[in-house]
């Protein structure tokens, strides 16, 4: 019997471990502009083409965290306001004083599956770095709703 409660505890710790929430008030939009940035080869060379470097224009996000662990992005071109619309799932990979860290992997359909780190201030301000294997540059997120 005591092998059994033992393992009850345990799965319960561990399913709970993976499905930290975050609380009620960190839920909703946050929004940002990233600036805009020449692209880098895995060198951490420009690319060119023509003779060109490769610009990536300004972008316009915005991450709509809601309940369990699910994020969706919509990503706008400041060039020519084209858009993009993602879903996934977030999750917190570390909390301390009202500060969470978040990881995010969205997906567009077949074609596109960014990964973002965002930490979350307790006055809902939020840096976003993009997943580390790019040379985009972090930009400046606020909740707005």
Known sequence: ???NTILIFVLLFLYSCGNKQLP??????????QSG????????????I??????VPSCDYKFLFEENGI??????SLKDNTRDYYEGK??????????YK???????GSVSSPSYLITINKDKKAICQP??????PEFNLNKIN
């Open 71 to 76: 994020v969706k992005l919509q990503h706008t």
């Open 37 to 48: 940035y020449f692209m880098k080869n895995i060198y951490g060379d420009d690319v060119i």
């Open 50 to 55: 023509n003779g060109q470097k490769l610009a």
């Open 131 to 136: 997943d580390g294997k790019t040379e985009e």
């Open 90 to 99: 977030y999750s917190i990979i570390s909390q301390e004083n009202d500060k």
């Open 102 to 108: 978040l990881k995010c992997t969205v997906r567009s």
């Open 1 to 3: 019997m005591k092998k």
């Open 24 to 33: 009620a008030d960190f839920l909703g939009t946050y929004h940002g502009v």
